[in-house]
């Protein structure tokens, strides 16, 4: 059985939050997205900001946060940034739209208002630009994600590094990216059980310090990977 919550998110009836077990080893899990329509549709700046007033928080979630889980190829971090320079050639607007952090809110509402407001002002003191051309237009949509175990545990530092080398970008994402969501906290799953089981604040605060707008998934897995490396190291010259 499972439970789908408000964002759209299938949770086993345990709860699947938490990958930090009772035996203190790391479970690593997958996501899957099934993406559907909504029957909204933008070809304007004044569309797109009445199609974002009356969408629903799945919408919103799945077009910012889960952005980071289709690749994140571009500059951009949300499909709003993306889609004002591809579609609208509004370079300006595509860069304030990218500054927003969505991890910094506390909901997707207040997310939401954000978007808006810069939307608002962006449509008050520029000129309007034209429609996006056919091909171009955008189409507001909707997720449910459908978390499950990976087949992957670690039980030290040295089990994490090999996981992480081998894990499919989904999981990557969600224990990175999803997990801040969840924990509504700066920390991801990997920093949160380096500090909490293996008590090395040290490379936690390193992963906590991955800047994630910065950098592809497969980026990400790499500086995760060094910082990794460097600690099971330099622990080892300790205790030579």
């Known amino acids: 059985m499972a ?32 993406i559907k329509s909504t029957g909204l ?12 007033a009356m969408a629903s928080e ?9 952005y980071f889980l289709r690749g994140h190829i571009t500059e951009h971090t949300n499909d709003f940034a993306q889609w004002a320079v591809e579609g609208l050639e509004e ?3 595509a860069e304030r739209l990218s500054n927003i952090d969505p991890y ?6 207040d997310l939401r208002k954000e978007l808006l407001n810069v939307l608002d002002s962006y449509i008050e003191y520029f000129p309007e630009p034209r429609p996006a051309l056919p091909g171009y237009e955008f189409y507001f949509c909707e997720s449910v994600s459908f978390v499950f175990p990976a087949g992957l545990k670690a039980r030290n530092l ?13 999981s990557l994402y969600y224990h990175f990216f999803e997990a801040r969501t969840r924990l509504r906290k700066k920390d991801d799953d990997f920093s949160k059980w380096i500090i909490d089981v293996m008590k090395a604040p040290e490379i936690a605060e390193r992963l906590n310090n991955i800047d994630p707008f910065m950098s592809t998934l497969e980026g990400i897995r790499e500086q995760i990977i060094a910082i990794l490396e460097e600690g099971i190291r330099k622990d080892m010259e300790v205790s030579i």
């Open 3 to 34: 439970k789908v919550n408000k964002k759209g998110v299938s949770k086993s009836v345990k709860e699947q939050d938490s990958p930090i077990q009772k035996d203190k080893s790391f479970v690593f899990r997958d996501i899957v997205n099934v």
């Open 41 to 52: 549709k933008a070809t304007t700046l004044p569309e797109i900001r009445d199609g974002l």
């Open 58 to 66: 799945n919408s919103i979630f799945h077009h910012t946060y889960q």
């Open 91 to 93: 370079s300006a607007l």
């Open 104 to 109: 910094s809110f506390r909901s997707t509402g």
């Open 158 to 170: 040295a089990e994490m590094l090999m996981a992480i080398k081998y894990l499919d970008n989904s």
